[in-house]
């Protein structure tokens, strides 16, 4: 019997590889895929504002630039570089951090900073992404019909309200409908470039990389706007890491490599050809590549491309949120794993419901594309160089690779990172405050429940009892009765007795004849068979004490995992649960403001029975105050 491939162990069977390429075409690279509807127009825009630069220079030089920057940033960095830091099928900032604190040994406090920023940006970001994205479709039919106009903002707001109800479907479902439109998308982007192309090759000179540095070298004051427009060539390449679950590696960049580059490729330089031959179509050259019969069509299949461009972003919001709670960065969520076969589809509702009001409150404040504009990059840029970071810790401790090899290759990510995310900065006070406040919020917000966290379970443990104490104290007891059946008691401190247990026997007087005290612990790797790794320990008769580790991409089905290998009736168990009550108190440790907010979010958190998986009709809470 041959052992299955890492590919079907991680739920992307080799005969899935077709369907799962395609549906990466529709939600990892859909964002990045929309870029030449408006990238080469703001960088024209931004280059020939500097009197000093020749027309003909201006553009093949900002065509170079694109290009350059979807080889550089996207290709190498992205879908060669990072989806080699597969974290057992998993991407993003926080599977990036995962694989260097584990290489370091130990959690350090510079790379949790480094990822809590990287995450809190991420989502700054993913609220922008879907806001400027539809803008931008919608008001592209006012090209057609400027009576639409009063419209837009209604109509926006109805397709965000579809885009976001259509999310509990699952990400499958979603990729199935969207993946055959973008190839579609691609088909025409690529046919119109490859047309235009062909009709004036001298653009072709701008696959060297001269001709952009060259503008770059010759731009003036001009440098700084045009590399924030180049940057729009390339939102939406962190996705093509985040998205890795939900799709695999190997999908991903077969749809880069095959369909999603080549076509981008030819579309910008197809405009770039069709504005050296005329000057004013430098105005709109995307939508201008196409003849007049077919610009109606081409608006109709512009507005369906930018609404699937959000779907990158939204599922990796899904993800990234999903990481951060099973390492602890933010509390309990309800979450529902929408796949039988990928295991990392998920759909998180409160996360959902979030994004859409923010993205809503987004469109109602700025009310245009253009004005949104000025908020798009900062969070995007920022991200980039916070996973440049953690992927040096990964290239010199998990893949060995020596210092002479991962420095430079580092260090020249990090200028031209550290370059694009200086020329977004000059947006600050365009809007490029929204992102970096909403990150800034998040990074408090993380760090509150970190350190909020690990005091409530100092705390607890101060005042608590061993279970070694515990155990020899019952059996000189004569006055406990022991009952039938199973209980089952869970507690985050393996060495101390559970607050539950420690209120059953002294209120209750009883002990169950079959008694486990339960630990969950949250693996750094995504996914792991809870059953092979359970550990069972004796401590007494009718005593043990088990401990179950889930990969933190994996549901926690405690139940599941203990009826398999301790074959216990779950009908007749009860589980326990200690409900913990957080007060406000003047004892040191934390800011008396941190202590209010890890007090909301205790609020907030998800019912542990339904995190958990527990039968509701089994389970019996028992309160427990704590003083922060």
């Not at 919020?441 to 350190?451: E, G, H, P, S």
């Not at 599941?560 to 003047?586: C, E, G, Q, W, Y």
């Amino acid at each position: 019997m041959h052992a299955p491939s890492p590919a079907a162990q991680r739920g992307h069977a080799p005969s899935t590889h077709s369907a799962l390429t395609l549906g990466a075409l529709g939600v990892v690279v859909g964002d990045i895929g929309t870029s030449p509807i408006y990238a080469l127009r703001e960088g024209l825009a931004a280059a020939r504002g500097e009197k000093g630069i020749p027309a003909d220079e201006a553009v093949i030089g900002t065509v170079s630039l694109l290009v350059w920057l979807l080889i550089g940033i996207a290709t190498l960095k992205y879908v060669v570089l990072m989806l080699r830091a597969d974290n057992n099928g998993e991407g993003g900032t926080l599977s990036l951090l995962a694989l260097a604190t584990r290489a370091v040994g130990r959690r350090t406090q510079v790379l949790m900073a480094i990822g809590i920023l990287g995450t809190a940006l991420f989502f700054g970001d993913a609220m922008i992404t879907p806001a400027i994205s539809v803008l931008s479709a919608v008001e592209g039919v006012t090209l057609l019909a400027p009576g639409f106009e009063p419209w837009v903002i209604p109509a926006v707001i109805a397709i965000l309200c579809v885009l976001f109800w259509a999310q509990r479907g699952g990400t499958g479902g979603i990729s199935r409908l969207f993946g055959p439109v973008m190839l579609v998308w691609f088909m025409v982007l690529g046919g119109l470039g490859a047309l235009s192309v062909a009709r004036h090759p001298e653009i072709l000179a701008a696959l060297s990389p001269a001709p952009g540095l060259m503008l770059l070298w010759h731009g003036g004051g001009a440098v700084v706007p045009i590399l924030g427009a180049a940057f729009l060539a390339v939102t939406g390449a962190e996705a093509l890491y985040a998205d890795m679950g939900h799709f695999g590696r190997r999908p991903i960049r077969l749809a880069w490599t095959t369909i999603a580059l080549p076509c981008l490729l030819l579309s910008y330089a197809g405009q770039g050809a069709l504005v050296l031959t005329d000057p004013e179509a430098a105005r709109d050259p995307f939508f201008l590549l196409a003849p007049s019969w077919a610009l109606p069509g081409l608006i109709g299949l512009a507005t369906i491309a930018t609404v699937i461009a959000s779907q990158a972003v939204i599922t990796g919001a899904f993800s990234v949120a999903y990481q951060a709670m099973q390492l602890g960065l933010l509390p309990r969520m309800a979450v529902r794993h929408t796949s039988e076969t990928q295991r990392g589809q998920i759909y998180l509702p409160r996360i959902n419901v979030m994004l859409l009001v923010c993205v809503i409150i987004l469109v109602l404040s700025f009310g245009s594309s253009s004005q949104l504009a000025g908020a798009y990059g900062i969070a995007v840029t920022g991200e980039m160089l916070i996973t440049t970071l953690l992927a040096y810790v990964v290239m010199r401790r998990v893949w060995t690779w020596s210092r002479a090899v991962a420095a430079p290759l580092t260090a020249l990510i990090l200028v031209i990172e550290a370059a694009l995310f200086g020329a977004n900065m000059t947006k600050l006070l365009d809007g490029g405050y929204v992102p970096l406040t909403v990150a800034a919020v998040l990074c408090a917000v993380m760090a509150a429940w970190r350190r909020g966290s690990i005091l409530v379970q100092d705390r607890s443990r101060a005042r608590g009892v061993t279970m070694e104490a515990l155990v020899k104290s019952l059996s000189h007891s004569t006055r406990l009765r022991h009952v039938p059946g199973s209980a089952v008691f869970l507690t985050a401190e393996p060495v101390m007795a559970p607050p539950a247990l420690l209120h059953n026997i002294k209120h209750n007087g009883v002990l169950h004849e079959r008694t486990y005290v339960v630990t969950v612990a949250i693996a750094d790797q995504p996914h792991l068979d809870a059953e092979a790794t359970l550990v069972v320990e004796p401590l007494s008769d009718g005593v043990t004490r088990v401990r179950v580790t889930f990969g933190y991409m994996d549901p926690p089905n405690i139940a599941r995992a203990l009826r398999r290998r301790l074959r216990f009736d779950i009908h007749a168990t009860s589980f326990f649960l200690n409900r913990r009550s957080v007060l406000l108190s003047d004892r040191p440790g934390m800011a008396r403001w941190r202590k209010k907010v890890f007090i909301g979010l205790t609020r907030t958190a998800s019912a542990a029975h339904d995190h958990y998986h527990l039968p509701s009709d089994r389970v019996i809470e028992l309160g427990q105050q704590i003083s922060l």
